[in-house]
Nanobody
């Protein structure tokens, strides 16, 4: 059974950091492109960052460039999203998604999704 599980969310003050993890089970993560997405209440799901199967190519939304870093540890079957200098507008449920042939920021292109982890940035 293909499963993605996100972890690492929580409450953090503005300017703080969090590291999200996306762990895969039931399939070999290195064969899939991975994307991180977020959805705030009343808003559409948006792409945050993505990484190719090898990890050589990464993409970031303009709103998170120079603050977020995506990486993958294929030996641990896990992809990470390091989030620094967090802002209140980063508050959302964060999801990871996997696809064998795609690694961009368009949600509809991904086949598999986790259930999400809440990130709240507030003082």
């Amino acid at each position: 059974q293909v499963q993605l599980v996100e972890s690492g969310g929580g409450l953090v003050q503005p300017g703080g950091s969090l590291r999200l993890a996306c762990a895969a089970s039931g399939f070999i993560l290195r064969s899939y492109g991975i994307g991180w997405f977020r959805q705030a209440p009343g808003k559409e799901r948006e792409g945050v960052s993505s990484i190719s199967r090898s990890g050589a190519l990464t993409y970031y939304a303009d709103s998170v460039k120079d603050r977020f870093t995506i990486s993958r540890d294929n030996a641990k079957n896990t992809v990470y999203l390091q989030m620094n200098s967090l802002k209140p507008e980063d508050t959302a449920v964060y999801y990871c998604a996997a696809d064998p042939g795609y690694y961009g920021l368009v949600p509809a292109q991904y086949d598999y999704w986790g259930r999400g982890t809440q990130v709240t940035v507030s003082s």
